[in-house]
Nanobody, 120 residues
Framework: QVRLVESGGGLVQAGGSLRLSCAASGMIFSINAMGWYRQAPGKQRELVATITSGASTNYADSVKGRFTISRDNAKNTMYLQMNSLKPEDTAVYYC??????????????WGQGTQVTVSS
């Protein structure tokens, strides 16, 4: 019964920046780990970054130093600040969250994705 809604995608020139947001809604008891994944045309979905409930982060090598993942636990919202964007960052970006709902076990949920396109 949880919904994850991504926003903030769009078209940007190489070297530009975007900030993605993922807002979770529903009868949420707690959100545990969260993460951003992306899928480029013709490629498999890959991990971009993760963040735990304690704000410990992990990044794919391809985005280290350029992307920053964060979360606002009070708002049940996660962010991905993307700087120095490259054409190879072009992909659909998906939000993932491990969520505990009231009277339910922990489960993983996915958002619908938001398109990020980086032009040369």
């Amino acid at each position: 019964q949880v919904r994850l809604v991504e926003s903030g995608g769009g078209l940007v020139q190489a070297g530009g920046s975007l900030r993605l947001s993922c807002a979770a809604s529903g009868m949420i008891f707690s959100i545990n780990a969260m993460g951003w994944y992306r899928q480029a045309p013709g490629k498999q979905r890959e991990l971009v970054a993760t963040i735990t409930s304690g704000a410990s982060t992990n990044y794919a090598d391809s985005v280290k130093g350029r992307f920053t993942i964060s979360r606002d636990n009070a708002k049940n919202t996660m962010y991905l600040q993307m700087n120095s964007l490259k054409p190879e960052d072009t992909a659909v970006y998906y939000c993932n969250a491990n969520v505990t709902l009231k009277f339910q076990p922990r489960l993983d949920y996915w958002g619908q994705g938001t398109q990020v396109t980086v032009s040369s």
